[in-house]
């Protein structure tokens, strides 16, 4: 009688590594998809393109591999900056693929100078104050009825929180 034994071994997991690239007009579709998943009232293709096409503003594309799964649009005015869009892909979620993009933008910002960096959230979008919270923002205002509800009844409006971020600049951590 033959005996057989079983062995059970792990699957070896390779980490897939992610990558920051300058966004660019070449995978709009791409990030007008991302938006469209992850947002109540997404941005028109034509806001993305000028937002692309604006020197003034900072754009980066979070790749897994050779896959956008995220993206950033933030503008730099002398030591302040404001993000104007930030998505990750729905099926990306939760797994601090947004903490990385933000560290990266923050990290840029803070290269460039700013001392802090504000956003706008809608109040009904808990789950991105909480994450917003945990990176370190504050909310400092409020805007009433400043976003449509949907994208289907103009007159359905919600308020919108605007959060702050204070950064320290690498002079400031130079000088340490």
């Given at each position: 009688m033959k005996s057989a034994i079983t062995t059970k071994a792990k699957a070896t997991i390779r980490p897939i590594s992610t990558s920051f690239k300058v966004l660019s007009t070449e995978i709009l579709d791409q990030v007008v998809a991302i938006e469209c998943n992850s947002s109540k009232s997404p941005w028109p293709t034509e806001h993305f393109r000028s937002s692309l096409e604006n020197s003034n503003n900072l754009s980066y594309a979070l790749m897994l591999g050779d896959k956008l799964i995220g993206y950033v649009i933030a503008t730099?005015?002398?030591?302040?900056?404001?993000?104007?869009?930030?998505?990750?892909?729905?099926?990306?979620?939760?797994?601090?693929?947004?903490?990385?993009?933000?560290?990266?933008?923050?990290?840029?910002?803070?290269?460039?100078?700013?001392?802090?960096?504000?956003?706008?959230?809608?109040?009904?979008?808990?789950?991105?104050?909480?994450?917003?919270?945990?990176?370190?923002?504050?909310?400092?205002?409020?805007?009433?009825?400043?976003?449509?509800?949907?994208?289907?009844?103009?007159?359905?409006?919600?308020?919108?929180?605007?959060?702050?971020?204070?950064?320290?600049?690498?002079?400031?951590?130079n000088a340490l």
């Open positions: 730099l005015a002398i030591d302040s900056a404001d993000i104007l869009n930030i998505a990750i892909d729905s099926g990306c979620q939760r797994q601090g693929y947004a903490t990385k993009l933000l560290s990266h933008l923050v990290n840029e910002f803070s290269e460039k100078g700013a001392k802090e960096v504000f956003l706008e959230v809608r109040v009904s979008n808990n789950g991105a104050i909480s994450f917003y919270n945990s990176q370190g923002f504050k909310q400092i205002s409020v805007r009433e009825n400043y976003y449509m509800k949907n994208s289907n009844d103009s007159t359905e409006r919600e308020d919108g929180i605007i959060m702050r971020l204070e950064i320290a600049t690498t002079e400031n951590n």
